[in-house]
Nanobody, 120 residues
Framework: QVQLVESGGGLVQAGGSLRLSCAAS????????MGWYRQVPGKQRDLVAT???????NYADSVKGRFTISRDNAKNTVYLQMNNLKPEDTAVYYC??????????????WGQGTQVTVSS
């Protein structure tokens, strides 16, 4: 059983910072890309940032220069440092992990989501 446990969401004023964490546990196999997505009610889930197993990163244009994604492979954990937050960053943030399980089958896992609210 694979679990992704997220933490670090909350309420912050515009211009503030938050750091999200997502730890993967269980028989997850070989982790490939890890990332963060976000979703607001009534809209699709959008990519925020991803990081490959080799450390290559990709960001949505709206967060470039403000958000930083990183990972600790020894802990199977991905982080999202969010600085200079804006009200439009308000959303539920979801952790995403892609891996090949112990049988070599490609798997996609999602966290339970953590609410980030930025007040103006």
């Amino acid at each position: 059983q694979v679990q992704l446990v997220e933490s670090g969401g909350g309420l912050v004023q515009a211009g503030g910072s938050l750091r999200l964490s997502c730890a993967a546990s269980g028989s997850i196999g070989s982790i490939n890309t890890m990332g963060w997505y976000r979703q607001v009610p009534g809209k699709q889930r959008d990519l925020v940032a991803t990081i490959s197993s080799g450390g290559s990163t990709n960001y949505a244009d709206s967060v470039k220069g403000r958000f930083t994604i990183s990972r600790d492979n020894a802990k199977n954990t991905v982080y999202l440092q969010m600085n200079n937050l804006k009200p439009e960053d308000t959303a539920v943030y979801y952790c995403n992990v892609n891996s090949h399980d112990l049988r070599g089958i490609f798997r996609i896992y999602w966290g339970q989501g953590t609410q980030v609210t930025v007040s103006s």
